[in-house]
Each structure stands twice: as structure tokens, then as C-alpha cells.
């Protein structure tokens, strides 16, 4: 079956960092999208690894190791702003959008 | 760029209403568009796939009778959910992806659905 598995929850500190750790077990491999989601609100395309190395986008990066099967979304400085759920999703060889549950980011002053 | 405008944001009717959600992509070509659903706390779930002048393509365990897609054009596709029930109440949201498969999805605002 095809698993993408990132933490249900993580709290960090305004100001700090903060990494988000996808794995995935998917039937082929053409792409990991990274979004954003804030409660009760549509998601918002924040990056793309098809490559394995960083990608970085201003406070955001993310990393992609096709090897491990792992990728990683970085956060920066954090703001208040940044508490939202972050998805993980992966293109399988069907180029199926195969979707995490999110990872409900909670910053604290 | 990249924007996908999604309507109503929020209805509310009786139950056996028929209730019709557009989405449009303003600024770009839509190949393909999207329609998910999800309800409190869970992640989005794929109802269909649509590409523009075919049939949708629905996932398992959803009513293509019952959730109608048209994709009529490059920047519009609508979801009409036929005879609405209480638990048809959900967030619906769509997406909309131009160009080649290894583009992003560029997501809708989400229409909220409550049926009484």
C-alpha cells in the first residue's frame, strides 16, 4: 500500500526553528509538494522536491532524499503566522497525489 | 500567480437541496482541476479527477450520481451535489493544476457546506 507518515503535532517557540519530517512508501516517485493549510482554510502550495538536495524559498526550505524515502520541510524565524497544518503529499508513478494527514504546527510566544 | 477562485465560500440549505460550486482558474490555463473534501480535524480526501471535455474520474466509495463534475472549459469545472443530506456537510475544496503533471495543484478557498 501506498503510506506517507509525518507527526500529528509539533509545538515550537516564536523565533526559533523547526524542521517537519515526511516519509513516504509509494508505488514510484514524481515529486514531493510541500503546503501549508491554516484552519479553516484551502491549502497553499509552498515547494516542490523532485531532486534529491535543499530547496530553499526565503524562510522555508525543504529537503529530499529519494534513497531514504524522506524529506523534510525547514522553518525559520518562526511567527506566530506559521501555525497551520503542513502537508506533505507525493506523486506516485500514476502521478497520483498520494496525501499525508498534516502536521499541526502550534507556535508559542 | 497561479489563482483559483472557488464559489460560494459558505452555503447553508435544507436537506434535498441541490447545491452547485464553481471554480475558476483566473489566471492560467487548467488542465486538470480537483475536487477534495474534508471534514474537521482530517486530512483532504480526493473525491474526483476532472480533465477538461471528459468524464470525471472518481475515487472509490464516492457516488458519481450523487457528486455530478462538469469541466466544461480550461478554467472552469463545477461539482453539484445532488440531493444534499446532513451528512454531506463537509469543507469541499478544489484544485487546480496547468501544464504538466509535475506542476503544483493551486488550491480553491473551499466552499463550506451545511445541510439541515
Known amino acids: 500500500g501506498q503510506n506517507i507518515d509525518q507527526p500529528t503535532e509539533m509545538t515550537a517557540t516564536e523565533g526559533a526553528i523547526v524542521q517537519i519530517n515526511c516519509t513516504y512508501q509509494?508505488?514510484?516517485?514524481?515529486?514531493l509538494f510541500w503546503y501549508q493549510q491554516h484552519a479553516g482554510e484551502a491549502p497553499t502550495f509552498l515547494s516542490y522536491?523532485?531532486l534529491d538536495g535543499l530547496e530553499e524559498k526565503g524562510r522555508f526550505s525543504s529537503f529530499l532524499s529519494r534513497s531514504k524515502g524522506y524529506s523534510y520541510l525547514l522553518l525559520k524565524e518562526l511567527q506566530m503566522k506559521d501555525s497551520a497544518s503542513y502537508l506533505c503529499a507525493v506523486k506516485d508513478s500514476n502521478y497520483q497525489l498520494i496525501w499525508g494527514a498534516g502536521t499541526k504546527l502550534i507556535i508559542k510566544p | 500567480g497561479a489563482v483559483v477562485s472557488q464559489h460560494p465560500s459558505w452555503v447553508i440549505c435544507k436537506s434535498g437541496t441541490s447545491v452547485k460550486i464553481e471554480c475558476r482558474s483566473l489566471d492560467f490555463q487548467a488542465t486538470t482541476m480537483f475536487w477534495y473534501r474534508q471534514f474537521p480535524k482530517q486530512s483532504l480526501m480526493l473525491m474526483a479527477t476532472?480533465?477538461?471535455?471528459?468524464?470525471?474520474?472518481?475515487e472509490q466509495g464516492v457516488e458519481k450520481d450523487k457528486f455530478l463534475i462538469n469541466h466544461a472549459s480550461l478554467t472552469l469545472s463545477t461539482l453539484t451535489v445532488t440531493s444534499a443530506h446532513p451528512e454531506d456537510s463537509s469543507f469541499y475544496i478544489c484544485?487546480?493544476?496547468?501544464?504538466?503533471?509535475?506542476?503544483?495543484?493551486?488550491f480553491g478557498d473551499g466552499t463550506r457546506l451545511s445541510i439541515l
Open positions: 484544485s487546480a493544476r496547468g501544464g504538466s503533471e509535475s506542476q503544483p495543484q493551486h
Open positions: 509509494t508505488s514510484g516517485f514524481n515529486g
Open positions: 476532472s480533465n477538461e471535455g471528459s468524464k470525471a474520474t472518481y
Open positions: 522536491n523532485v
